[in-house]
């Protein structure tokens, strides 16, 4: 949606942006040219192209205007086609003011103390909450996030050199430095510029680059790690951004978010694309379903009368560093092929739950049913599954299960798909609430979320006795639903709280988890904080 900035600021510390059109985000591309020229008239606000061809259409744009400052930053990503941008109505200003945000200016300070230059532009990609579809996406199915305030961002100057240096406001990650042409990711140590090399990798293979011009890149971050807010994948999304940035090439939302999907996987994490579709996806003020094959996202509009509030156990866990989160995918993926195998199908060629149901033509209520008739709720040896599909041990270890996962002794296939196929339905039920809107829909809401949390902890055991402390907590000072989010194993929960019950819930939350244990040592606004809808991922210039 082509936007212009309003001098005034947002609680994230960011220009409040002030829209003119929307259009569809599969139609929008990123790209770094800057060969445009915005013209202010006392009638409108016009944006052409420096060149006679036609007119193009925009996404997001700050951009360089030296009559105003002589030292700003400016919004741009994404050209298309071209059109112009519609008048300005009488509460959108015809030429505002633009001043450079305080976080952007406290980065370009460090850069240049720590590079001696100054950054040429800056890319931010937000974390997201996943309001309910817990480990479901790498099946296939919908999910529904949003975007969070909290975000990743990275000063870039690209150098006339092929050295790619990185450096981290946080002194406990140290710096690193690399050829951009042998570019080399240890699976083994989850080191934090390693995810930036996984999106720097991603765009680099898609556009079979051989001969990339270095950087200096300097990553600053608020979103708390290891929380299940995707602070890893924020950092993929943002150096996919960046690279592509560099390289001036053009490549769609959607593209951007499957390519940075697939090179997270550099890291030996088998996740799905949820998090990297919101950072790219999102807009401000409305959740996403994300729903995939083909990658899309609708609006859901969430109920007016409630708050989401998110809630950190301050248990830390790196999915890239255990095995946890992979053997729930090989188990999902073994589901699959069981499931398939009873009924006939060709389960060689399937990965996901989701195709099983696709290829029976069946509903998630049906499948629950199948599932029942069956897997067994015993755990599965290696060799009875290897049994049951016709297979070696060998065949399975090399050609099903991952690397991390070839020597696990059980599988739980029954609890797995179980907790997939109830949650895929609940992800729907949700959205169809919240598009009925009844009287009691943050009720309705908030059973689902517990319905929700429930499963992850019984049937999927992606649950810590510190999260199931916290919901209980969270639902007993007047959270109508309350859940674990993200990966689960620590991280954090996300509650359904009514409006006018905010002030009293995060005071009763704070001191009953917090207060009464070293919790408290942690910052209050990375512990406990209401969030809403945020925008998604952004290009800043420096002009």
């Known amino acids: 949606m082509p936007i212009l900035c309003d001098s005034r600021q947002n609680d994230s510390g960011y220009p409040k942006l002030v829209k003119y059109q929307s259009m569809e985000a599969s139609e929008v591309l990123f790209s770094c040219s800057t060969n445009y020229k915005l013209t202010f008239t006392a009638r409108r606000t016009e944006l052409r192209k420096k060149s006679r061809k036609r007119n193009c259409r925009l996404d997001f744009f700050f951009f360089p205007f030296w009559q105003l400052l002589s030292n700003c930053f400016f919004l741009f990503a994404c050209s298309c086609g071209m059109r112009n941008l519609s008048s300005p109505t009488r509460d959108q200003p015809m030429l505002p003011e633009l001043g450079m945000p305080g976080k952007l200016l406290k980065l370009k300070g460090m850069f240049n103390s720590k590079f001696g230059s100054v950054p040429k532009f800056y890319v931010r990609a937000p974390g997201r909450v996943n309001i309910i579809g817990e480990h479901i996406d790498y099946c296939g199915y919908s999910v529904l996030p949003m975007a969070v305030e909290q975000d990743m961002l990275i000063a870039v100057e690209p150098v006339k050199t092929h050295v790619l240096q990185l450096a981290n406001t946080n002194p406990l ?10 570019i080399q990711i240890d699976k083994t140590k989850p080191l934090w510029h390693n995810y930036f090399l996984c999106g720097f990798k991603g765009i680099q293979e898609h556009f079979g680059l051989s001969d990339l011009t270095g950087m200096n890149c300097l990553v600053d971050g608020n979103i708390p790690p290891s929380s299940g807010l995707s602070s890893s994948s924020a950092l993929v999304c943002c150096a996919g951004l960046v690279t592509l940035t560099v390289l001036g090439m053009n490549l769609s939302k959607v593209e951007l978010a499957e390519i940075c999907a697939k090179s997270e ?51 830390e866990m790196n999915k890239a560093a255990t095995s946890h989160f992979n053997i729930r995918v090989m188990e999902c993926r073994l589901a699959a092929k069981l499931l398939a195998k009873h009924k006939c199908l060709p389960w060689e060629e399937v990965l996901r739950l989701e195709e099983v149901q696709a290829k029976l033509g069946v509903s998630l209520e049906e499948m629950l049913l199948i599932t029942e008739d069956t897997l067994h709720s015993e755990p599965y040896s290696p060799e009875e599954i290897c049994r049951c599909l016709g297979i070696s041990l060998q065949e399975l270890k090399t050609q099903i299960l991952s690397p991390n996962t070839q020597e696990v002794l059980t599988f739980k296939l029954y609890q797995r798909a179980k907790h997939v196929y109830s949650e895929a339905a609940r992800v729907l039920q949700f959205k169809k ?46 959270a109508q639903g309350s859940r674990l989010t993200g990966a689960g194993w620590g991280g954090c929960t996300v509650s359904i709280v009514p409006a006018d019950k905010l002030s009293s819930f995060l005071a009763n939350v704070h001191e009953a988890y917090y207060q009464r244990s070293n919790r408290s040592l942690v910052p209050e606004k990375q512990s406990l904080f209401a969030t809403k809808p945020g925008g998604g991922a952004l290009v800043f210039l420096e002009a």
């Open 265 to 315: 996987h550099y890291i030996g994490t088998e996740g799905g694309g949820m998090d990297q579709s919101i950072s790219f996806l999102a807009e401000e003020g409305t959740a996403k379903l994300i729903e995939f094959s083909p990658l899309r996202a609708t609006d859901v509009k969430l109920p007016s009368g409630a708050v989401f509030v998110i809630a950190n156990s301050c248990v």
């Open 433 to 478: 609430i919240c598009e009925e809107a009844p009287d009691n829909t943050v009720q309705l809401l908030g059973e689902l979320m517990n319905q929700s949390h429930v499963s992850c902890r019984d049937m999927y055991e992606c649950s810590c006795p510190e999260l199931d402390q916290l919901v209980d907590i969270c639902r007993k000072f007047g």
């Open 173 to 182: 990650y140290p710096d690193f430095s690399t050829s951009a042409n042998n």
